[in-house]
């Protein structure tokens, strides 16, 4: 499994906003020049006009912006995205975290909305009356030719302008992109046209000539800019779209928090809070920031951030996320954590990881674009030759050569994979799934295994103690009392299962000599009795021996389906506590949706195999499918051993214990309800704790990597057949710049068909 987060500890990582790149021939370019450098490796996303980069500690920002302006492009850092920075328009208590822009206005590739609008505007003014009166003979007038002239010049020079400026800058470096094939082929069409003009002045003095009949191409040289600026500017248009799932998200934060202090309840903006304040959440109000209810009441709408539909009940001591709505009663929250440490700043952290990736699939897209310029400009120059030897025929050679410049703009090239992750990995954020990188997306398709953690993760993790079954010597009460005071040491759910109980009855007595050990129990002294508590191992390990009746009471309890904790005092067996937890609703019907998807669902618990196997018969797993009694360290290891027989595991998981498992597998999948630490070991989160949501994730991972798969087929099909139609003269260079503009929209709008998945 791979986790991109991960680096050496002499290694720093730093983003750039990148200005100038127009196609994959620049994602390249940037690349390849950033890993020159020793140490450095880096990742360019076009459709973000940014990158990720690794740095060892000795490199300075400034030599790696100097690098990227060697290539030819302008280069800036960006912001710290998780600072708190109350102007912003993002509430920096949940942590600021800059979503994909919208293309920018001012740089030279002409992508800005506002720059490229006027350009489109104007070139469009002057294309129209061009186009009728070269195309069509009853709108012509004597020298017509001359008036074409006039209307091409301010399209081929100003509207142009961006992409004549990008291939000069490039060619300074000794560079080519798809801007040197855009301004190449008009400027080509422009000045042969104008050399044919100048050398016939009378060239159009009749009037009623068809094309064929004339030598002028300025007409070609207005549409192709026309058309390729128009595809700019709906292609940028819908990048803008593609960003706004995560940009969307990321605006949930509340501006403000009612704050209380001495007793006081004061406004101030949601920046301002620290870990530790008192805030008031009144019924409809977001949170305004991660913390646990102090006092109150409430249901909780959390469908922003996790994806459930159903609002959640919470209490004393339960945990809240910032973003999320107070649909009811008045809390008392504490804040735990603010800014960057917010559940939500490690939401956009991940997808803005995930976005900034490359897929395994986009390196043949790289190495294909790396020499995908010059050899068209090799084939642009070879077929204007062949056309003017074998046929003599000059125009016939421009228009083919033009033609075959302006169908390879690699534009659909380079957008296929990154629009794709961009507009899937915003979905999944809707969703409350989140992607942490591109190889994800690889991975998901070829697991065949999912090995589910059971508490927590099929069934509630909400334990409750049950029945208590003292043996010999030992009342109900006492046995429960003793239990409780030796587990209130622990972190574990059981132990806080059997606390919450044994407080309920009496006061907790103190423990001292605490020790535990995980998966087995726990050890303390309660007054002047030894108390341990946990798995039958550890009462051996104790010194406490079970009798025959011993026995068959454990067996009793663990067929009805309970937990049974055993307790020992003083090296004798006192009795049972029995705990039972509930199967989530949605288990069931969740593993048969991920059986539907071609996976073999494999139950993975700490617990004996009798209530493993009475939970697998009731959610759909095969008997045969079950690891019961496994230790924490043992999670792994089952994962090793489904590999070992040549599966490909994916792991569900979402507590400490589990974030080894996570790692080792092939696909890690943590429930968001869970840990940091388990959240931090996995390649997907769930935001939410729903079974469901595992099955959609995959189902959005696979939809998202199809996705990329289908804009690559129709990006290498559109370029690999257009050229040899193009060369041998059957491509009119206007049809080809409308196909090339078309080729780069089509491609951004099936990609943002994934913004409706998920939805009835």
């Known amino acids: ?299 909780v709408d959390t469908a922003l951030v996790t994806g459930e539909s159903v609002p959640v009940e919470v209490g004393p001591e339960d945990t809240v996320t910032g973003a999320t709505i107070n649909t009811s009663g008045r809390l008392l929250v504490r804040a735990t954590r603010v800014g960057k440490d917010t559940t939500l700043a490690q939401m956009g952290r991940l997808v803005s990881q995930a976005q900034t990736g490359k897929a395994p699939i986009a390196r043949l897209a790289d190495r294909i674009s790396a020499v995908f310029v010059p050899i068209v400009l090799a084939i642009a120059v070879l077929t204007f030759v062949l056309w003017l030897v074998f046929t003599g025929d000059i125009n016939a050679a421009v228009a083919a050569s033009v033609a075959v410049l302006v169908i390879a703009c690699p534009c659909a090239l380079g957008l296929a994979t990154p629009i794709g992750l961009l507009v899937g990995s915003g979905r999944g954020a809707q969703l409350g799934i989140l992607i942490r990188g591109p190889q994800v997306l690889e991975d998901t398709r070829k697991i065949d295994t999912v090995l589910l953690d059971k508490t927590g993760t099929i069934t509630e993790g909400n334990l409750a103690v049950t029945s208590t079954v003292p043996a010999a010597g030992f009342d109900a009460a006492t046995l429960l009392a003793l239990a409780g005071a030796a587990e209130s040491g622990s972190e574990h759910p059981i132990a806080h299962a059997i606390v919450a109980a044994a407080r309920a009855e009496a006061p907790l007595a103190k423990a001292t000599a605490f020790t535990s050990a995980p998966g087995g129990g726990v050890k303390a002294r309660i007054g002047d009795r030894t108390v341990v508590a946990g798995r039958s191992s550890w009462m051996r390990e104790n010194g406490v021996q079970l009798n025959e009746s011993d026995h068959l009471r454990l067996r009793e309890a663990q067929q009805t389906g309970a937990t049974a904790i055993m307790i020992g005092v003083d090296g004798a067996f006192a009795g049972l506590v029995n705990l039972s937890d509930t199967i989530k609703e949605s288990s069931e019907a969740a593993i048969a949706r991920l059986k539907e998807l071609g996976l073999r669902p494999v139950l993975l618990t700490g617990d004996n195999a009798a209530v493993a196997a009475q939970v697998a018969s009731r959610v759909g797993i095969a008997e045969a499918d079950v690891f019961a009694d496994v230790f924490p360290e043992g999670k792994a290891q089952a994962v090793r051993k489904l590999q070992a027989e040549g599966r490909v595991v994916a792991m569900v998981g979402d507590g400490v214990n589990d974030a080894p498992a996570l790692a080792q597998a092939d696909l890690g999948i943590a429930m968001g309800s869970g840990t940091d630490v388990a959240i931090e070991a996995a390649d997907l989160t769930i935001m939410g704790n729903d079974l469901n949501q595992v099955a959609q994730s995959i189902e959005l991972s696979r939809k998202t990597l199809g996705t990329i798969k289908m804009n690559l087929f129709w990006a290498f099909v559109y370029n690999t057949a257009g050229i040899p139609v193009a060369a041998l003269g059957f491509l009119n260079p206007m049809i080809a710049g409308a196909a090339m503009a078309a080729s780069s929209v089509l491609v951004v709008a099936n990609s943002l068909r994934l913004r409706s998945f998920g939805r009835k």
Request: with cysteine; net charge negative.
């Open 1 to 299: 499994m791979s986790n991109e987060t991960t680096f050496p500890a002499n290694q720093r990582i730093i983003e750039l906003d990148i200005q100038g790149m127009t196609c994959a021939s620049c994602v390249g370019r940037v690349e390849r020049k950033l890993g020159k450098i020793d140490g450095v490796e880096a990742l360019v996303n076009l459709p973000l006009e940014s990158a990720r980069i690794t740095v060892p500690e000795s490199i300075s920002d400034e030599q790696i912006i100097a690098t990227v302006e060697s290539a030819g492009y302008q280069a800036s850092l960006k912001a710290d995205r998780y600072a708190a920075a109350p102007s912003q328009a993002q509430s920096a208590s949940i942590g600021t975290v800059e979503p994909p822009k919208a293309p920018r206005t001012d740089h030279i590739t002409g992508h800005g909305g506002n720059d490229l609008k006027k350009r489109l505007v104007g070139a469009a003014i002057f294309t129209v009356p061009l186009f009728i009166i070269s195309m069509i003979p009853a709108a012509q007038f004597p020298h017509w030719g001359w008036v074409a002239l006039v209307l091409a010049t301010p399209v081929v020079f100003w509207s142009a302008w961006p992409f004549h400026r990008a291939a000069a800058i490039n060619a300074r470096h000794l560079a080519s992109t798809m801007d040197t094939l855009v301004s190449i082929g008009v400027l080509a069409a422009y000045f042969f046209s104008l050399w044919q003009l100048a050398v016939d002045p009378m060239l159009t003095a009749h009037i009623g000539m068809p094309m064929s009949e004339h030598a002028l191409y300025f007409e070609t040289a207005g549409v192709v800019a026309t058309f390729l600026l128009l595809g700019r500017f709906l292609e940028a248009r819908a990048k803008s779209k593609a960003g706004d799932a995560l940009k969307t998200l990321l605006d949930l934060g509340a501006k403000e928090a009612v704050v209380l202090r001495d007793g006081v309840e004061t406004k101030i903006p949601a920046a301002e809070l620290v870990p530790g304040d008192e805030f008031v959440v009144r019924p409809g109000e977001k949170i305004a920031t991660d913390g646990f209810v102090v006092t109150g009441h409430s249901a």
